[in-house]
């Protein structure tokens, strides 16, 4: 089994950046892929970045790419979503969820953080 808590989001302004946080423990995280999901209200909940567990490589939405990334700490156990050129377009609660290599579905989720940019 595996836990995941994130943490960052908030309330802030077109433009802005801002920073999530999920931290995991349980399982062993060699053996699994990180990453973030979002919902936004009346959306179905959407793919955002995803990272393998030495870092080589990432994913990302096209809605996101070049102002998103998604890093991760295997000290801490940790992963981050650095978001900069926030959008309004970007409000949505936050997931952090986690799968194993090679699998399609994400087993594993956080309960979320919300994240409000006002324009």
Do not use: H
């Not at 989001?9 to 999530?20: E, W």
């Not at 979002?38 to 955002?48: C, I, L, M, S, Y």
Request: with cysteine; aromatic share 12%; glycine share 10%.
């Amino acid at each position: 089994q595996v836990q995941l808590r994130e943490s960052g989001g908030g309330l802030v302004q077109d433009g802005a950046s801002l920073r999530l946080s999920c931290a995991a423990s349980g399982g062993t995280p060699s053996n699994y892929v990180l990453g973030w999901f979002r919902q936004a209200p009346g959306k179905e909940r959407e793919f955002v970045a995803a990272i393998v567990y030495n870092a080589m490589s990432t994913a990302y939405a096209d809605s996101v790419k070049g102002r998103f990334t998604i890093s991760r700490d295997n000290a801490r156990n940790t992963v981050y979503l650095q978001m900069n050129s926030l959008t309004p377009d970007d409000t949505a609660a936050y997931y952090c969820a986690a799968k194993f290599r090679g699998a399609q579905e994400w087993p594993y989720w956080g309960q979320g953080t919300q994240v409000t940019v006002s324009s």
